[in-house]
T-cell receptor
Framework: GAGVSQSPRYKVAKRGQDVALRCDPI?????LFWYQQALGQGPEFLTY????????KSGLPSDRFFAERPEGSVSTLKIQRTQQEDSAVYLC???????????FGSGTRLTVV | DQQVKQNSPSLSVQEGRISILNCDYT??????FLWYKKYPAEGPTFLIS?????DKNEDGRFTVFLNKSAKHLSLHIVPSQPGDSAVYFC??????????FGTGTRLKVLA
């Protein structure tokens, strides 16, 4: 596609509910990233994929967070047993490997109530 | 421990004048720096970058300056236009994939 597509744009979850956020990267972009942006903060790195391999998951805040990219294209970020502190915008980005600067999607705003 | 800091949360500038956005960092291992622009309800958009081996990079109205000894970089926008009104994030990395972002500066260009 022309850009990085994320769905849903908005998600309201009750505390304790599981959620799944989808990212469809730019066609041909091998590298895929997830970032979390809390209100008033800059984006914070969560995890990085090259094709289907998750090469870095050091930013995932707890074992309730899980990301996958089984076929090397679409990726899903799953959050289990959501907590209020998980409320944030979740940004997905993609790029060619080794290139500086990546293309972000518009994000999914998650609100946990 | 914030490795990348943008100490000015907001900045207002008259149309046609220069906008200067500042960013400080603490990690001397950072070798690449970027600026992103973000409009409301959109993802950040890559604007301009600079490698640690350079001290200046220019792209049209946008120039980024890097002062490694002071661990400081700045983005200059000349002339500023109302469409430049957005939140600007600086980001730094060691290598190519994992960026540390600042908290952003909201620029308002007044017509």
């Amino acid at each position: 596609g022309a850009g990085v597509s994320q769905s849903p744009r908005y998600k309201v979850a009750k505390r304790g509910q599981d959620v799944a956020l989808r990212c469809d990267p730019i066609s041909g972009h091998v590298s895929l990233f997830w970032y979390q942006q809390a209100l008033g903060q800059g984006p914070e790195f969560l995890t990085y994929f090259q094709n289907e391999a998750q090469l870095d998951k050091s930013g995932l805040p707890s074992d309730r967070f899980f990301a996958e990219r089984p076929e090397g294209s679409v990726s899903t970020l799953k959050i289990q047993r959501t907590q209020q502190e998980d409320s944030a915008v979740y940004l997905c980005a993609s790029s060619f490997p080794g290139s500086y600067g990546y293309t972000f999607g518009s994000g999914t705003r998650l609100t946990v109530v | 421990d914030q490795q990348v800091k943008q100490n000015s949360p907001s900045l207002s500038v008259q149309e046609g004048r220069i906008s200067i956005l500042n960013c400080d960092y603490t990690n001397s291992m950072f070798d690449y720096f970027l600026w992103y622009k973000k409009y409301p309800a959109e993802g950040p958009t890559f604007l301009i970058s600079i490698s640690s081996i350079k001290d200046k990079n220019e792209d049209g109205r946008f120039t980024v300056f890097l002062n490694k000894s002071a661990k400081h970089l700045s983005l200059h926008i000349v002339p500023s236009q109302p469409g430049d009104s957005a939140v600007y994030f600086c980001a730094a990395s060691v290598g190519t994939y994992k960026y540390i972002f600042g908290t952003g500066t909201r620029l308002k260009v007044l017509a």
